[in-house]
């Protein structure tokens, strides 16, 4: 890669890390309904007039079933409980569950897609779920509601994730991906309008909390969409799908420095064993196993 692509790659990550120090910021006003309303939406509006430049709409016309389920299921329900997890657990300890997302998509393609595991995928497998299991100790000492409920929570998050890629491995393979991610956006927002009316927060949530929304549906969301395809475009989607490992760093390390939270040796072996786990689950890290 050239020098320009490991920068853009790195700040991409830096930005992902960051969507948990706003979500974290943000949710106590906006509830996390309403502040991913505010999100897509603002992510909506970002990535329409790029779509219109691309005159990708008909593709988003063409293919708006699929794109709705991906909207659903990779945007506005993840997005929802991120929040509400990120809130209890933390940017750093969200963002590392975060990385769990690969272990997901691979578990779902081998029961959906019926693709292969190797045994080597499979010890990743154990590895990511035994560091998911060191996380939820870091949390030991508070009631099961805020420990295990949030933990379970950024884990369906990232299970759907897991989903939603091979949905659109299955359905949208070819499909234009600006249009995707511009239509999943739209009709993210569309499905969570409506429960706009139940959840808005009572009390207006302040000008700091705006920011933050705002921050996160362009910055966080937009930008990193738009920088994600750029990265595509110029190292391939293997190389770039590496950015799984750099958000965890990130996210740990904007949580300490912006919220003052706490790095401890669990949330480190817990963080080790995930990234080990999704390294080999995904080919990332592989050798040959001799026979004795």
């Not at 079933?65 to 997005?79: C, K, Q």
């Not at 940017?91 to 029961?111: M, R, Y």
């Not at 409920?149 to 659109?168: D, E, F, N, Q, R």
Request: aromatic share 12%; net charge positive.
């Amino acid at each position: 890669m050239r020098a320009q692509d490991i920068l853009e790659l790195i700040l991409l990550g830096a930005i992902w890390g960051a969507s948990f120090l706003f979500m974290r910021a943000a949710t106590p006003e906006f509830g996390a309904i309403g502040l991913v309303i505010v999100r897509t939406g603002v992510a909506a509006l970002c990535l329409l007039p790029l779509l219109l430049l691309s005159r990708k709409l008909n593709v988003v016309k063409l293919h708006w079933r699929p794109i709705l389920f991906v909207g659903l299921v990779n945007t506005a329900i993840p997005f929802c409980l991120f929040s509400y997890s990120t809130v209890l657990l933390g940017a750093g300890l969200a963002s590392i569950l975060n990385a769990t997302a690969p272990i997901f998509g691979a578990l779902v393609a081998f029961f959906w897609l019926k693709d292969r595991l190797s045994s080597l995928a499979v010890f990743g497998l154990v590895l990511g779920f035994s560091g998911v299991a060191v996380i939820s100790l870091v949390r030991s000492g508070v009631d099961v509601y805020a420990s295990l409920v949030p933990v379970a929570a950024a884990l369906m998050s990232t299970c759907a994730y897991g989903i939603a890629a091979c949905y659109v491995k299955q359905y949208l393979s070819g499909v234009n991906t600006l249009a995707v991610a511009t239509g999943s956006q739209v009709f993210a927002t569309v499905i969570l309008a409506p429960f706009a009316f139940w959840f808005w927060p009572t009390h207006p949530p302040s000008i700091e909390a705006w920011t933050q929304a705002i921050v996160l549906g362009v910055a966080c969301t937009g930008f990193a969409y738009i920088l994600y395809f750029r990265l595509i475009a110029n190292i391939g989607a293997p190389k770039a799908i590496t950015v799984a490992y750099i958000v965890p760093v990130f996210g740990v390390l904007w949580g300490v420095i912006f919220l003052g939270e706490v790095i401890t040796p669990l949330m480190i072996l817990g963080a080790a064993l995930i990234l080990l786990g999704v390294s080999f689950t995904t080919g990332v890290i592989k050798f040959k196993l001799k026979a004795a």
